[in-house]
């Protein structure tokens, strides 16, 4: 499916430059039914060596209950211990116009059962979500005390948009505390974040989170939907 959208698209484009509406590239991700298409997660903000402590989980994973758990999704998961975890999805596209400023949306389904309301060791356990990418591909480096931090820099954790992320809004379901896994669906359909690619045709787009909340926060991503413009 995610080819034929993005060929669909080329066609689109080749056909008719001037139409923005025609030029525009989709790419749709069912993560039930095709795997983790190239999705990787990447984890910062936390001491080097400490992969186990954090609790850092990334896998192909059925669905938690009381959602249908036949259903697959992309599980990320981390114990934010250091007060300040970045946890995120990434992907890079290619063959895209080299050095071109594109405007690019997010429609992204995913589970969450986080509280909207309440109170956290740090922070809110209802944590920014944001979406965003970079010319380059995200990597860490280690500070000083021996702490991973990212080659780029996010305010998420501020509840703020930059030039890497846009705020999709949060992670929050319910009221309750005790909230099962609820899927919801978080978007910038209607604010685009502008990314511009390398001199190779290359975006690595992310989906992220910061993390003040001192305690686990999970998310499995169902299906994310992306259009450049």
Do not use: H
């Amino acid at each position: 499916m995610i080819f034929f959208i993005l060929i669909l698209g080329i066609i689109s484009c080749n056909k008719n430059e001037d139409n923005s509406e025609s030029s525009k590239m989709y790419y749709t991700f069912d993560f039930n039914s095709i795997g983790m298409e190239n999705w990787k997660s990447f984890f910062s903000d936390y001491p080097a060596g400490e992969e186990n402590y954090y609790e850092l989980i990334y896998e192909y994973s059925n669905l938690p209950e009381p959602l249908d758990t036949n259903l697959k999704s992309l599980k990320i998961s981390g114990n934010n211990y250091s007060d300040d975890l970045f946890c995120a999805i990434y992907r890079k596209f290619e063959g895209l116009q080299p050095n071109k400023k594109y405007s690019v949306t997010f429609n992204v389904d995913f589970a969450s059962n986080a509280p909207t309301n309440a109170e956290g060791v740090g922070g809110s356990p209802n944590l920014s979500i944001g979406a965003g990418g970079l010319s380059f591909a995200p990597n860490n480096t280690i500070d000083k005390l021996n702490t991973y931090r990212p080659n780029f820099e996010s305010k998420l954790q501020s509840n703020l948009s930059n030039e890497v992320f846009k705020v999709l809004g949060t992670i929050g379901v319910s009221d309750n505390i005790f909230t099962p896994f609820v899927l919801i669906n978080r978007n910038n359909l209607d604010s685009p974040i502008e990314i511009t690619s390398n001199s190779d045709g290359e975006i690595w787009l992310m989906i992220a989170t910061d993390s003040g909340f001192e305690a686990t926060t999970t998310l499995y991503y169902k299906s994310i939907e992306i259009s450049f413009n």
